[in-house]
């Protein structure tokens, strides 16, 4: 059932809590709200320049306080969470059933509804979430999206300094475009009474994709012949930590890449929820080529 209680109708100046708006999709987030008339008010680990009809407020989802200041006269929240361990939104889940926000949270296609344990530690922190904010009885629409594309930013140094990309391998998904799935959460932050239920929406593009076929696509976008060599693991986690990747992060993308299964999940719901199918990642690498040289 739709919950209009809170119908939202961008005329009156409806204000969106955005998380994670420094990142990919969090940027996409915050332009097409914006692009739609929202009010948009940003979260923040660090002060940022404003700018007109976009607030920028310094808080940490760790910490209540500054999130309870944060949700001053909002009206919805989205909410990516950015940590391996579910403990601390606990405080997070009372924090919302206080300020009673709508809460529309981003997890992953790569959710198995059928068992409690998950594939790998990033998974499981999206299933615990879930769990987390439904026990609150905050009803969140669940958004999953699969790979997203611009993860293959990644590899923007090593295309600048070559045309092979190294890494470890993962299993093929559905991987899609984070400008569509920014729009289909703009379009359930703003419009409540469209959604006949609360989810959960499986956001993929439309075709099955590893980390070859991405490159060669990327290869076709910059007009150069690239190709993707598998790394095995052990150099892999060698080379993330002399990055100065985090350990615990670097682990569970290990264990991603060794655990998590195949997608074979293509579905509708990109266009479902914003009137128009998913883009390719062809389209996306043709978008941003120019990042890549």
Do not use: C
């Amino acid at each position: 059932m739709s919950d209009t209680s809170r119908a939202v109708d961008t005329r009156s100046g409806t204000t969106i809590l955005v998380t994670g708006a420094a990142g990919n999709l969090g940027r996409e987030v915050v332009a097409q709200l914006h692009a739609r008339g929202a009010r948009v008010r940003r979260l923040d680990r660090r002060a940022v320049d404003p700018r007109p009809g976009i607030e920028s407020v310094v808080g940490d989802l760790t910490e209540p306080s500054t999130i309870r200041a944060a949700l001053a006269n909002v009206d919805a929240v989205f909410l990516v969470w950015p940590l391996l361990d579910v403990t601390p939104a606990h405080q997070l889940a009372e924090v919302f059933v206080e300020a009673a926000p709508r809460i529309v949270y981003l997890s992953s296609t790569a959710v198995d509804d059928r068992g409690f344990d998950q594939s790998d530690p990033i998974v499981q922190v999206h299933a615990d979430m879930e769990a987390l904010l439904k026990k609150a009885d905050l009803r969140p629409v669940i958004l999953r999206s699969d790979t997203l594309a611009s993860n293959a930013r990644g590899w923007t140094a090593q295309l600048r300094a070559g045309n092979v990309v190294a890494g470890p391998d993962f299993p093929r998904t559905a991987v899609v475009d984070q400008r569509d799935v920014a729009a289909a959460a703009a379009g359930v932050l703003l419009s409540p009474e469209t959604q006949p239920d609360h989810g959960p929406y499986l956001l993929t593009g439309p075709e099955l994709l590893n980390r070859a076929d991405q490159v060669v696509r990327l290869g076709a976008a910059l007009g150069r012949r690239l190709r993707f060599a598998a790394v095995p693991i052990e150099l892999a986690r060698t080379q993330m930590l002399a990055d100065g990747r985090p350990p615990a992060l670097v682990e569970a993308l290990i264990s991603a890449a060794l655990r998590r299964p195949e997608s074979n999940l293509i579905t509708d719901h990109v266009e479902r929820l914003t009137g128009r199918p998913a883009g390719t990642f062809a389209r996306w690498a043709a978008d941003h080529a120019a990042e890549f040289r």
